[in-house]
T-cell receptor
Framework: AQSVTQLDSQVPVFEEAPVELRCNYSSSVSVYLFWYVQYPNQGLQLLLKYLSGSTLVKGINGFEAEFNKSQTSFHLRKPSVHISDTAEYFCAVSRQDGTASKLTFGTGTRLQVTL | DAGVTQSPTHLIKTRGQQVTLRCSPKSGHDTVSWYQQALGQGPQFIFQYYEEEERQRGNFPDRFSGHQFPNYSSELNVNALLLGDSALYLC????????????FGNGTRLTVT
């Protein structure tokens, strides 16, 4: 079985400041890794994914994440946040038997960007 | 190109009742998954449908059942509703023949009173 831990339930940050949202996972098999964003009253939108290859993954809206296998981490970063980045962010994993496989999500991190 | 569409957007039911939620996958997608997202939590996998059959199931009781139709659309049925079933129900689709990730709908907010 897989599990995901998002270490921070809330992260307050000022506009134009950098941010890091932390994610650690546990799995006995190789996994794919994902970050999703959820805006109020909406579904989940994929920010980025790690399937294989380069451990630094770039996604939409200026976000990037780095896969660290030894630390079983997949932290999400953005060098300069905007007010519009205020949302809930979810880290997720799936087994490496196809991305159609079920996703296991963390409990989410609320990013609150203020002026 | 329409994405994943779910109906209804909101629903209020009473304990003990039954409910049916509907999902149309993104064009070109043939696999549909359902997730339950309780307030303040991450989504939890309920089950996945492909070729009109349940292929994978999460840790949910038999009160939760589903169906997939020949046009790939899907329904989620919940019987004997409990207060704890109140949640946002998310449908997600993908194409089994590609390496594409899941695309999510905006969900159905179910409130059980």
């Amino acid at each position: 079985a897989q599990s995901v831990t998002q270490l921070d339930s809330q992260v307050p940050v000022f506009e134009e400041a950098p941010v890091e949202l932390r994610c650690n996972y546990s799995s006995s098999v190789s996994v794919y890794l994902f970050w999703y964003v959820q805006y109020p009253n909406q579904g989940l939108q994929l920010l980025l994914k790690y399937l294989s290859g380069s451990t630094l993954v770039k996604g939409i809206n200026g976000f990037e994440a780095e896969f660290n296998k030894s630390q079983t981490s997949f932290h999400l970063r953005k060098p300069s946040v905007h007010i519009s980045d205020t949302a809930e962010y979810f880290c997720a994993v799936s087994r490496q038997d196809g991305t159609a496989s079920k996703l296991t999500f963390g409990t989410g991190t609320r990013l609150q960007v203020t002026l | 190109d329409a994405g994943v569409t779910q109906s209804p957007t909101h629903l209020i039911k009473t304990r003990g009742q039954q409910v049916t939620l509907r999902c149309s996958p993104k064009s070109g997608h043939d696999t549909v998954s359902w997730y339950q997202q309780a307030l303040g939590q991450g989504p939890q996998f309920i089950f996945q449908y492909y070729e009109e059959e349940e292929r994978q199931r999460g840790n949910f009781p038999d009160r939760f059942s589903g169906h997939q139709f020949p046009n790939y659309s899907s329904e989620l049925n919940v019987n004997a509703l409990l207060l704890g079933d109140s949640a946002l129900y998310l449908c997600a689709s993908t194409a089994s023949s590609t390496n594409s990730p899941l695309h999510f709908g905006n969900g159905t907010r179910l409130t059980v009173t």
